[in-house]
Structure formats: structure tokens, C-alpha cells
């Protein structure tokens, strides 16, 4: 089985591309080799996603493109990870009768019996158990070089069944990692490199470990902020109605953590988000975004919404509008809703015609848009610290990230990537900003 190549798809959200690092890794350091070509690949690994029916649909069509692949090379083995694997399991195996293994979030840590098992007795499997606790982080030297940022996984799982949501169906319950698990973990990604950690979970603030010492989301925080060499903390997603206020407060105190939250909203009506069963009111989320830029001004906030919920109607709708334009969100993921089997929401009547949602939504962007140009312009004239990632995508100038998460480019040095610098903001487009060198942090500072 060693010194065999793969290649790895991944689709969906942070959260699988971290079980992808956590995959690849786990088979570098056991001898097989990365490909970035499927052609060269002995085996393809499709991370997949069923949180909406769209990735659900782009998976399909990945998977009969992969599968064809197979009728060229007989000897190719072809599995499917994830989200859409844990869901649709042994039906993915006889739609897909090319596929070798379907294995869910939680099994990830059998990857290589699994392939040693396909290529001794050409075994098919379907691991879809959601029993089995994360598995242990795997420390592979070099694999995040030339990488500024990274993700930690601080646990698996949510227990909230918002009635529209697959995922506690798909990744299972709550489950926290314990503490001294996410500090050797976080302490590795330091060591080689990364200055910027975003801890990952469904749901992080209702992270809590009950061993000797008790842990919650801003015992952790504090923690993992205390650690050298670490330049900013990052988390997401955070849950409305589990946001403290000492995790309000945290954005006042802790200098390492980014001012930015990632804080879904999903609807504008109070009766939608009651059927939505979200655990809080539109009141409720206003008052915890004031809170937030009581401590800290000047924090960026992003936001999930959908339009089309069952039985929404157009002044539901027109309160969605409503909370967007009274918050001003920095940037909007906007969906339209769509049926996941086995969610309470796909037995409700009521449904909302495809071309009222479509209207909606791109009622919904248009607005998001005017908001997002108008505070990229009023940053303009301003200067901000910057973490420099890498080149810009166009090329020709350099590119990092504020502190509010916003994509800053600028012409520079490529030493100074991994540094923190100043910037002078010169133009506030809908998705970017453009800046201007100011002084590198880091010189100053030490
Ligand atoms: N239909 C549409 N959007 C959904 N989301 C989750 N489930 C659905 C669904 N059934 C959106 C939510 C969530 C984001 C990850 O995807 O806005 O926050
Ligand atoms: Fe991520 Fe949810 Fe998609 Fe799974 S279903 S990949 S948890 S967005």
C-alpha cells in the first residue's frame, strides 16, 4: 500500500477542509504520497458536503465524472468522505457502483486499514458509525510550510436540530476534544509556521470539557491566546444564543483575538426563526451585536441567512431585510432554503415557489452589496494591521487579511509575508480593499 499516490477533493465547508489536512497528513506520514493531478492518483478521496441541495448536486456530478475514471484504470481505488457519504451511505454505493469505500466524519481515523483492507482483499466498505470520537491530531513535520493561517478543530458534532439542519444527522452529537489534545495540536501548527489559528466546531461556544479542571469556549481562549509565537486567534461559527457576555468581553480583552464574528442569523421574522427553532428572537440578536460593538467598535460582522423557509412570507421577508439594513453586516452568506431529508423542516407544509426565493435572495444581495461597498469605502484614508498570507489572486502585489477578516491588497516586499504590517486603506472595493505599505509591525516592535 505505501509509496501509492492519492488525490483529495474537498468540498464544503472549514470544517472539511480540516478533516482533509487531517487525512492527508495522517497518510503522508504512514508513506503514501499527494498528488495534485488526479491522472497520477492510485486513489481519489472526494470530501463531500450535503448542507444545501446544491453541493449536494456538485457532488453527484463530481462522482460520475470520478467513477468513468475507473473503467480507464481497474486498479484505481475511489472513495467518498464526508458529509454526503455519512448521509447517503450504501445508497452512494449502488448509485456509484465504481466507488471502493464511503466512510462519514467520524470514521476518519480508519483511513488506513481501510485502504490496506480494499488492496489485500478487494473489500468494499460503508463506514458510517457515528459513535467513535474524533481522532487523535497527527504531527507531520513540514506539511504546513510556505501556510500563514490554520484551522484546529476544538470538537465534532451539534446538538442544536435547527429544524432546517442536516448536520447533527450527518457529523452526530457534541462532542468537546479535551483541552490538552487542542493545546499540543495548537502548539504544533505554531511550531511549523502558522501565526494565525481558527478554531473550528458547529457550534464553538458551547465547547466545555468536565475532566479535574473545567473548561468552556473562555477558559480555552484565554489559553490558547497565552501561547508564543501566536499572532491572532480566529473562531467559528458561533451560535446567537449561546454568545456570553464573557465572550463579549473577551474581544475587549484579549489582544490576540481577531475583532470579527462569524454570527448567523438565518431570518429577520421572529415566527420563522421560532420554527427554525434557533433559541432566540430578532430583539435578542440585535442586543448581542450592539454588545459587540460596544467593546469593540470596530469588529467585523459576517453573518448565514436564508430566504424561502417554509411558510415565509413577503413581510417575513421584508423583516429579514429589515435586520440587515438596522446591523449592516460587513458580508452576507445568503441561501435560498432547500428540503435535507429527515429535518423537520422538509415535512413542513407551506413551501415557498423557486422563483419567489430567487427573487428574494437576489432582493437580499442587492442590498448586501450597497452595505458591504459603503463600509469598504468608509474604511478608506484609514490604517490597519494586516497579516501578510501570500500574493494577492490577480498577482503582482501581496495580500493578507485585517483583523475584521477583510482581504487587503497591496504592493510589497514578499519578505514581509508571515508579518504583520500597517497599511493605509486607498480603496474600499465590494470584496477587497487596496492598500498602501504604512510600516511593518514587526520591525517596530522588535
Ligand atoms: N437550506 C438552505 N440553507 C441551509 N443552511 C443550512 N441548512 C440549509 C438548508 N436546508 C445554511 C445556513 C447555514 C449555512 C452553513 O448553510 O445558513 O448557516
Ligand atoms: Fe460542512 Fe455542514 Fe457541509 Fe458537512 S454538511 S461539509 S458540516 S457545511
Known sequence: MQNKTFYIKTMGCQMNEYDSDFLTQSLISS???????????????????????????????LLGRMSELKQENSGLIIGVIGCLAQQKGHELMKRFPQLDFVMGPRELGRIKEILRRIDTNGEKFVATHLEPAPPQPVICQGYFDGKVTGYLSIMEGCNNFCSYCIVPYVRGREISRSPEEIMIEAKNLISEGIKEITLL????????WEGVEKWNFV????????????????FTTSHPKDLSEQL????????????????????????VLKRMKRGYTREKYIDLIDKLRTVRPDIGITSDVMV???GESEQDFDMTLNLIKRVQFDSLF?????????????????????????SRLSALQNLQKQISLKKNRALEGKRLEVLVEGYSKRGGQISGRTGSNKVVNFIGDNSYITNLVTV????????SLHGELFFENNSLTG
Open 31 to 61: 508513506g503514501f504520497s499527494r498528488v495534485d493531478n488526479l491522472k497520477y492518483a492510485d486513489i481519489i478521496l472526494i470530501n463531500t458536503c450535503t448542507v444545501r441541495a446544491k453541493p449536494e448536486q456538485k457532488a453527484y456530478s
Open 201 to 208: 466546531g458547529q457550534n464553538v461556544n458551547s465547547y466545555r
Open 219 to 234: 477558559s480555552l481562549l484565554r489559553e490558547i491566546t497565552k501561547l508564543d509565537g501566536l499572532l491572532r486567534l480566529r
Open 248 to 271: 463579549i468581553h473577551c474581544f475587549g480583552d484579549l489582544d490576540k483575538l481577531c475583532p470579527h464574528i462569524h454570527l448567523p442569523f438565518q431570518a429577520g421574522a421572529n415566527l
Open 308 to 310: 424561502g423557509f417554509p
Open 334 to 358: 445568503s441561501f435560498k432554503y432547500s428540503d435535507r431529508k429527515g429535518t423537520l423542516a422538509a415535512k413542513m407544509g407551506d413551501k415557498v415557489d423557486e422563483a419567489d426565493k430567487s
Open 424 to 431: 493605509t486603506i486607498k480603496h474600499g472595493f465590494l470584496n
